[in-house]
């Protein structure tokens, strides 16, 4: 089983920082792509960043030039700092990767993280 744990989550002023750290763990070939989504109250769970095997990133518009997501592939981490908060920013936030998963006939699944809050402050 494959389990994703989020932290980093917190309170914040408007312009401050936060970073979020996501460990994988677990029975695993390999993480393809991973990212970082958000809900805010009342909102759809939506799309913030994401980051390929080979580095490649892609953003919310909502985000570009504040938020970067990296990832550590010795430790199975993936990590999102995000920068110059809004208070716009305050949601869940999910973490969720696509795995290999070993078997008589390896495949690919996409696992999530239990979330975390980030509230940001005016």
């Known amino acids: 089983q494959v389990q994703l744990v989020e932290s980093g989550g917190g309170l914040a002023q408007a312009g401050g920082s936060l970073r979020l750290s996501c460990v994988i763990s677990?029975?695993?070939?390999?993480?393809?792509?991973a990212g970082w989504y958000r809900q805010a109250p009342g909102k759809q769970r939506e799309l913030v960043a994401t980051?390929?095997?080979?580095?490649?990133?892609d953003y919310a518009e909502s985000v570009k030039g504040r938020f970067t997501i990296s990832r550590d592939n010795a430790k199975n981490t993936v990590y999102l700092q995000m920068n110059t908060l809004k208070p716009e920013d305050t949601a869940v936030y999910y973490c969720n990767a696509d795995v290999l998963v070993p078997s008589y006939v390896n495949y690919q699944a996409r696992y999530w993280g239990q979330g975390t809050q980030v509230t940001v402050s005016s």
């Open positions: 980051i390929t095997s080979d580095d490649s990133t």
């Open positions: 677990g029975r695993m070939l390999s993480i393809n792509r």
